[in-house]
Each structure stands twice: as structure tokens, then as C-alpha cells.
């Protein structure tokens, strides 16, 4: 898992007025043949299970501040946030008092890769103090 916060980097300022913010550089190998990109919304209250991937990588941007269950720690994101998950990486969207916008890249876009995560063998939050801001 990697946290990029948009807050804590420095915009490209280009002469043509264009602001650009370098959000992620991910290294990708070759046998990348199909990527995906969807506009998410998940309703206020809303928890998703937790699953991991066993060989995409997932990033999210985030539209809107969520809370995130990530390998048993609970990440904060706010708004401009970027989430990398990494193939096996368990995680699943907690529950925020307001709908979240998030644009998610499937990176390579995998079908069936999806793998749902019995509830009852990991922990439903992790301990204090394992908050992730």
C-alpha cells in the first residue's frame, strides 16, 4: 500500500499557465495489455467487504475524505488523496457520514480477479492507534 497526499507535493507551475500535479509514477511491466478507469460513488454509510486482488494493482483518487481498511490498519484520505493498493493487498471502504467520489484504475484490468475475504478470520478494526493519516 502506498498514500500519496496531494497536499504535501509540489504543482508543476508551466509557462503556459497549466498547473500540473505529479499524483503517481507507477513502474508497470510489459505484458500490460488492457487498464480500466471507473467513476466510483459509494453512499454515505456505506461498507464495502474486504477482498484483495491477486494481481492488479488499484489506485484510487479521491474526489472526496474517506476512511479505508488496508491490511488491518484504517488509512484517512481526503480529498486529492491517492491510494495505491498492490496485488493482495486486503481492504474494503469504511463508513463516512457522506457519499465519496473516488476515479479507481484497474492496472492490468483483470476479470475475476476479485477475491472476497472471509470476514470472521481478520480483525473488524484494527487496534488503537493503528490510524493511518
Given at each position: 500500500?502506498?498514500?500519496?497526499?496531494?497536499?504535501?507535493?509540489?504543482?508543476?507551475?508551466?509557462?503556459?499557465?497549466?498547473?500540473?500535479?505529479?499524483?503517481?509514477?507507477?513502474?508497470?511491466?510489459?505484458?500490460?495489455?488492457?487498464?480500466?478507469?471507473?467513476?466510483?460513488?459509494?453512499?454515505?454509510?456505506?461498507?464495502?467487504?474486504?477482498?484483495?486482488?491477486?494481481?492488479?494493482?488499484?489506485?484510487?483518487?479521491?474526489?472526496?475524505?474517506?476512511?479505508?481498511?488496508?491490511?488491518?490498519?484504517?488509512?484517512?484520505?481526503?480529498?486529492?488523496?491517492?491510494?495505491?493498493?498492490?496485488?493482495?493487498?486486503?481492504?474494503?471502504?469504511?463508513?463516512?457520514?457522506?457519499?465519496?467520489?473516488?476515479?479507481?484504475?484497474?492496472?492490468?484490468?483483470?476479470?475475476?480477479?476479485?477475491?472476497?475475504?472471509?470476514?470472521?478470520?481478520?480483525?473488524?478494526?484494527?487496534p488503537e492507534g493503528e490510524v493511518l493519516r
Open positions: 500500500m502506498q498514500v500519496i497526499r496531494s497536499s504535501e507535493l509540489d504543482p508543476d507551475r508551466r509557462p503556459d499557465g497549466r498547473t500540473v500535479l505529479p499524483l503517481l509514477d507507477l513502474p508497470l511491466g510489459p505484458s500490460v495489455d488492457r487498464a480500466a478507469i471507473l467513476h466510483v460513488v459509494h453512499p454515505a454509510d456505506f461498507t464495502e467487504r474486504r477482498h484483495y486482488h491477486q494481481h492488479l494493482h488499484e489506485v484510487f483518487y479521491f474526489l472526496d475524505s474517506a476512511d479505508y481498511w488496508v491490511n488491518g490498519t484504517v488509512v484517512r484520505l481526503a480529498s486529492g488523496d491517492v491510494l495505491v493498493l498492490e496485488p493482495n493487498d486486503v481492504h474494503g471502504a469504511l463508513p463516512v457520514p457522506h457519499p465519496v467520489r473516488l476515479i479507481v484504475h484497474h492496472l492490468p484490468k483483470v476479470p475475476g480477479d476479485k477475491v472476497e475475504v472471509d470476514e470472521d478470520t481478520i480483525a473488524p478494526e484494527p
